[in-house]
């Protein structure tokens, strides 16, 4: 298949401006290929096009599971006034429509209401359980981004329905497993009580915050966010925290479902949102971003031997030209990272979106392959997987 795709991204990248920008809702061309290029509209089986934004893609049974945030028009994209929507495919290329697996509710007080955050859904397979487990960032209706928490929904089946169990800021009551201890002492706490709101700006007093103890009690703040399951079984989100300044890697419990309270800082005030993850030969690899919002900067990685860190940072693994926008690895494509797909012991499959922000239903998807060197990767444009 892959010589046939890539057959097919040469003739793709000839005609690839005309793709990207036009956004017909019925596939003028009939080849699965064709619904995959990086950067264009990509189309279900259907002909209808594909939404699913911020998310990724599960694989269990033999078949792939791509899910993620269904946009509509307009700036109103940016909340959440339909839920998560989910295609299948026996070939990362073909899409079914599976319909939304997870729905906003009409119910004003429901956490998950119309006009919510619902962002970068993420769903893994509990083999003890037999249940799939959804974790995403949500902002409840009406507050920005000051909620900054964590939704859990679980389902029977790959294809759902999701029943939304809860929200929250994880994990209240407790510090992390790498905490300083001078960052536990009542000083520390009332510092942060001080401190944490000057966080959100990069003034140099902002930098220099100490802002997560202040919300022990609460529970931390959790915005950008990923889930990956380690070789054991042991599940962890990994999440921007701390007014984006720094990820938490925070264990769950046996089922999924809850936290177990021990949590990990990484890659401390360096500013990542956007965590994708996946391990090979003994390494662990986190892909993210900067914090710019909505739009592209540089792409950063960070290593490690375990997923609990410590994290080492490197450089930026994106190369190549995004022909349809000229826009290079400096900005990402125009994308910002969102998943790593593990396809078989060789495949690792990286996933980005180029956001839309005026019109987030015109988001677009991208996918590359990941190459691997000696404790290093490199992930490099392509017109197509
Ligand atoms: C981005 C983040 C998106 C979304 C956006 C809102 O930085 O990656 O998921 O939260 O900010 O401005």
């Not at 064709?34 to 911020?54: E, F, K, Q």
């Not at 946009?71 to 073909?94: E, I, P, Q």
């Not at 264990?251 to 890659?267: I, M, N, Q, V």
């Amino acid at each position: 298949m892959s010589a046939f795709l890539s057959a097919l991204a040469v003739v793709g990248s000839a005609v690839g401006m005309a793709f990207a920008e036009a956004a017909p809702t019925q596939n003028p061309v009939a080849e699965p290929a064709s619904r995959c290029r990086n950067g264009a509209i990509w189309y279900d089986t259907d002909g209808h096009v594909v939404n699913a934004h911020g998310g990724g893609v599960l694989a269990h049974g033999g078949k792939y599971y791509l899910y993620g945030e269904h946009k509509v028009y307009g700036k109103f994209g940016n909340r959440a006034h339909v839920g998560v929507h989910m295609y299948s495919s026996a070939d990362l290329a073909t899409w079914k429509d599976e319909g939304v697996v997870l729905g906003v509710e009409n119910d004003l007080s429901s956490d998950i209401a119309d006009g919510c955050v619902i962002e970068r859904p993420k769903i893994v397979y509990n083999a003890k359980t037999g249940k799939f487990v959804m974790y995403f960032h949500l902002e409840r209706r009406g507050r920005g981004y000051s909620d900054a928490r964590v939704g859990i929904a679980v389902a029977d089946g790959a294809t759902g329905p999701y029943k939304f169990i809860r929200s929250l800021n994880p994990t209240p009551g407790t510090y992390p497993v790498n905490a300083r201890e001078e960052d536990k002492t009542p000083e520390a706490l009332e510092r942060s009580k001080r401190e944490f709101r000057v966080s959100l700006g990069s003034s140099e007093e902002g930098r220099k915050a100490l802002i997560y103890p202040a919300h022990v009690e609460r529970g931390q703040d959790s915005r950008d966010m990923t889930l990956f399951v380690d070789d054991d079984g042991k599940a962890y989100l990994v999440h921007s925290s701390e007014s984006n300044s720094t990820l938490h890697i925070d264990e769950l419990t046996d089922d999924y479902l809850d936290f177990t309270g021990r949590w990990w800082r990484a890659a401390e005030k360096d500013w990542t949102e956007a965590p994708a993850i996946c391990k090979k030969d003994g390494w662990y690899y986190l892909v993210g971003s900067g914090c710019t919002g909505w739009a592209p900067n540089k792409a950063r990685y960070y290593r490690a031997r375990a997923i609990t860190g410590p994290w080492e940072r490197l450089g930026n693994p994106c190369e190549g030209v995004n022909p349809a926008n000229g826009q290079g690895p400096d900005r990402t494509w125009g994308g910002q990272s969102n998943y790593i797909l593990k396809v078989s012991e060789d495949r690792y499959v990286a996933m980005f979106d180029i956001w839309r922000p005026d019109n987030q239903v015109d988001s677009r998807l991208v996918w590359l392959p990941i190459v691997f060197g000696d404790g290093e990767i490199t992930i490099r444009w392509q017109d197509s997987l």
